[in-house]
């Protein structure tokens, strides 16, 4: 087994954990984004035990990604995912409806934190009230993984509707809710999904696990994310690509809207698992097994 993870800086924007010499990510709770990117918490960088980074910040072809970050697509007509919005037979636009999640206190625990959070449209309006956690677990010696849970309840006196650009008309683009963008060298890589299931004929697939393996530019290593869904949330297809970019997503909105009514709350969590190196089929399935929820 690995050393334990302990929480190494934080400040009033970042906070940072590390497990031995090496900060596995940081957690910047207050950044400073543009508003056309939908501003809110994001962890990058996020490394493998051997100091990989394994996230992406603010690519060129898509600004608002930012690393591993809680998002959402379209949240009543509101985008709290940044940049355009998909519109029914008009396609993606440039609307005044991107929001923010403003960062609202922290709790410190042994294995990671708890955050609350409040969800604000463009408008200034309190539509969302957030409680989220993160918690490192299972450090082994050439992996480690993140344990991310949360809770949406609908601050508004009236339902709100989550959906994404599928919802909305486009075709397998059903991206919302827990989202990481790879490294641009990832690009290409493979992936391996539960059931046999390989490539991105995983997109809008379902299945308890999906991994992405990719490769770094420079230090000739690979790594592998691996990518766990909880047997209790509701209705996760799976939004992943190889190309053009490195994308995994556990999209809870992908094909069907998810309403939520006044003071409802929705809850999901999910594991993400940094891994040293190409794991095959044969070493996911072993990990899996040895390590339920």
Not at 55 to 60: E, G, K, V, Y
Not at 88 to 94: M, S
Not at 177 to 205: C, H, L, N, Q, Y
């Amino acid at each position: 087994m690995g050393e334990r993870p302990v929480i190494s800086r934080q400040d009033d924007s970042v906070l940072a954990m590390s497990v031995g010499d090496v900060e596995v990510f940081e957690y910047v709770h207050r950044p400073s984004t543009p508003a056309f990117e939908g501003p809110k918490p994001y962890l990058h960088p996020v490394r493998t035990l051997a100091g990989d980074v394994v996230t992406a910040f603010r690519p060129h072809d898509h600004r608002w990604h930012k690393g591993l970050q809680m998002t959402a697509t379209d949240v009543s007509g509101q985008n709290f995912w940044g940049g355009v919005t998909y519109v029914r037979d008009q396609g993606y636009v440039v609307l005044p409806n991107v929001g923010s999640m403003r960062h609202d206190s922290f709790e410190v625990t042994p294995d990671g934190f708890t955050e609350q959070l409040s969800w604000f449209t463009e408008a200034g309006e309190n539509w969302v009230r957030e409680a989220r956690s993160f918690t490192v677990r299972d450090v082994l010696d050439d992996s480690w993984t993140l344990e991310f849970a949360t809770t949406l309840t609908n601050a508004r006196s009236s339902p709100l509707v989550f959906g994404s650009p599928t919802t909305n008309g486009r075709e397998l683009a059903g991206y919302t809710g827990f989202f990481w963008r790879g490294p641009r060298s990832f690009t290409g890589g493979d992936v391996i999904a539960a059931d046999g299931g390989a490539g991105e004929d995983m997109m809008g697939k379902t299945g308890p696990w999906l991994a992405f393996v990719g490769h770094h530019d420079e230090v000739d290593r690979s790594s592998t994310l691996l990518f766990l869904d909880h047997p209790d949330n509701k209705n996760t297809h799976w939004f992943v690509r190889s190309g053009p970019f490195a994308a995994v997503n556990p999209s809870f909105a992908f094909f069907d809207t998810v309403a939520l009514e006044p003071g409802d709350a929705l809850s999901m969590r999910y594991r993400v698992v940094v891994g040293c190196g190409t794991w095959d089929r044969d070493r996911l399935e072993s990990y899996v097994e040895e390590h339920p929820w």
